[in-house]
């Protein structure tokens, strides 16, 4: 503590919005706001300088000091909330532990079967003699040293697990095939490590296939900010073949170097502290969660809060299947006792009393209904609202488009409109439909997701809904462009559909005394409105376009005439009416936009 009762905070020269909630135990939009107040515009994602950091670090009760004062910190990558929470262990207590990898990659380019090859056993075979227990990792041994893999391969989890503020994993390996190259979902998985900052070996595999071409392999991942070691880069490239089997001991001992220059310590005797790797629903046994230890030593009958759910550990298994008793830092363990499922990324610790942990769920449920009230839909026609008021200098778009050929010229045109005073900021821009994890990605980067000639599915729609990410697609090039340089220009008007509601036929035309003319009508289809828009139809010409003027019922003003009856018409500004004409009422409506 500082003599004016502020906490002591270290911060580095740089630090992103994200990292600094995390630092100071805040959410990144309070920090954004915050920014906002102060003239800062800033990202999720977005760096921000020393200066800056440590005054909105002073609003939230904390006094910053420059992080070269300690010089032997190594630490570079995104803190996670548990590294955060284990800031106040004593330094000599702190032992290095395990590493957690987690497998990233394009579909079939082999990551369940390096993963069996790493195992050293085919997963279905294991699980079919009861020799494995899927619980959604699992260790090895290499040089005596363990290694913990998270079983559950994909970027989607993932990424999950980051927008929680929970980082399961310490090491990313990339599954990339010698004979395919990179492709659409290892770009994918590269953006998704990149943006967790977590270091990254590539596992190159299928190298014992006749067509596969390592080198342009390599030059692909150098295209994609993965430069090889061998090429004067820092990322390792491994040559493996699952099927074969070759080169897993090499993989495992780079992941053991990589291991060596990270920081990744824990205390088993501190705080128990960890991360839902996954949870399911047992007919037998109830809710089983699959927790992975990253401080202390969970033990059975230990009571645990994860997420919103909480429970006292009947029996923990390992992933053997055994029963045991403890698990300490990188240990992955299946329990039972809690009361409910929780979510995958949720971050669990153990506290003392049930009564505690009552209290403590309650107010994370009160805590999330409150930010789902208060969030707020991230639209185009918002943004130069908040723009005029100082509150957004950069439009985040997440561009999805049927075809390749499309997508060049999207982001070439809207690279075009990124030169006046918003600038615009492509995260991501790929092939195929609008998926869960492009609207992940948007939620954790505040993202608008523009789509091109595709759909968005029917589980994205129903997350964007719920976390508030706006999809507009479209079908033509220009209007998609037009609709971004209308925001940036303030000018994006709601989008209207015409919808025709009636129609009525001119049987008699009556003149009044001032020289107006008055169509005497029978409504032949749907109504006519007073003050809605009309059309006056004369065979297929259109010859007026306007409003209705009054409407009409013998001696009567109406609002509305509908279909059988006879009425008398006026239109606005017009008298040129004749016997056969046809008079079209429509209305216009405001277009949902997805």
């Known amino acids: 503590m500082s003599e004016n009762g502020h906490k002591k905070i270290e911060l580095p020269a740089l630090i992103s919005v994200r990292d600094l909630a995390q630092s100071i135990e805040a959410s990144p939009i ?157 770009k994918e998985a590269i953006a998704h490590a990149k943006a967790a900052r977590v270091p990254i070996i590539v596992a190159l595999n299928k190298i014992d296939k006749p067509n596969a071409n390592p080198d342009n392999v390599k030059k692909q991942l150098g295209e994609n900010g993965l430069v090889p070691d061998e090429w004067g880069g820092n990322t390792m490239v491994i040559p493996v073949s699952a099927k074969q089997k070759q080169g897993i001991e090499d993989l495992l001992e780079a992941i053991l170097l990589v291991a060596d220059n990270s920081d990744i310590r824990a205390n088993p005797k501190g705080a128990v502290i960890g991360t839902v790797i996954e949870a399911q629903l047992d007919k037998s046994k109830g809710p089983v969660a699959t927790l992975l230890v990253q401080n202390g030593t969970l033990e059975t ?33 299946s329990v039972m006792g809690l009361n409910d499922l929780p979510s995958a990324g949720d971050l669990f610790q153990v506290v003392e009393s049930e009564r505690q942990a009552r209290q403590i769920v309650l107010e994370r449920q009160e805590a999330a209904q409150k930010e789902v009230s208060a969030q707020k839909k991230a639209t185009l ?43 615009i900021n492509i995260l991501y821009a790929e092939t195929g439909n609008v998926s869960e994890n492009d609207v992940m990605l948007a939620s954790a980067s505040q993202a608008i997701i523009v789509g091109f000639n595709v759909q968005a599915e029917v589980a994205a729609r129903r997350l964007a809904e719920a976390e508030g990410v706006s999809i507009r697609l479209y079908d033509i090039i220009y209007r998609l462009t037009e609709d971004i340089e209308k925001a940036l220009k303030g000018m994006l008007a709601p989008e209207f559909t015409e919808k025709v509601i009636g129609k009525a036929a001119v049987l008699q035309v009556f003149t009044l005394s001032r020289g107006n003319r008055i169509a005497g009508c029978k409504v032949t289809e749907g109504e006519v409105r007073r003050n809605s828009k009309v059309r006056l139809l004369r065979g297929k010409d259109v010859v007026y376009e ?29 008298n040129d009416i004749q016997v056969g004409d046809v008079i079209e009422c429509y209305i216009l409506e405001k277009t949902k936009v997805d």
């Open 381 to 423: 026609e918002e943004l130069f609202a908040r723009f005029q008021a100082g509150q957004a200098k950069e439009l985040n778009l997440i561009i999805k488009a049927d075809v390749q050929g499309s997508l060049e010229p999207i982001i070439s045109e809207i690279n075009n409109l990124s030169k006046g005073e918003i600038k």
């Open 546 to 574: 306007g409003e209705v003027a009054s409407l009409r019922h013998e001696k009567e003003d109406v609002r509305e005439m509908r279909q059988g009856f006879e009425c008398g018409v006026g239109l606005k500004n017009f």
């Open 30 to 186: 309070q920090i954004i706001k915050k920014l906002m107040n102060n003239g800062v515009m800033a990202s999720i994602n977005q760096t921000i300088d020393y200066d800056t950091a440590a005054i909105i670090a002073a609003e939230f009760g904390f006094e910053a000091v420059p992080e070269r004062e300690q010089a032997e910190e190594k630490e570079t990558g995104e803190l996670p909330v548990w590294r955060q929470m284990i800031a106040g262990e004593d330094e000599q207590s702190l032992t290095r532990r395990p590493p957690v990898v987690t497998i990233l990659g394009h579909v079939d380019h082999g990551k369940t079967s390096l993963l069996d090859a790493i195992r050293n056993a085919n997963v279905a075979a294991g699980e079919a003699g009861g020799i494995t227990q899927h619980i959604g990792a699992y260790q090895v041994e290499h040089k005596g040293r363990q290694i913990t893999f998270l079983d559950t391969p994909g970027h989607a989890a993932f990424t999950a697990m980051r927008a929680r503020g929970a980082q399961g994993a310490d090491i990313v390996v990339l599954v990339v095939a010698a004979d395919d190259g990179v492709m659409p979902q290892t």
């Open 301 to 333: 009958g230990d009571i645990v809060v994860a997420g919103t759910t909480f429970g006292r550990l009947r029996a923990m298994f390992d992933f053997r299947g055994r029963k045991v008793q403890k698990a300490g830092p990188s240990v992955p363990v």
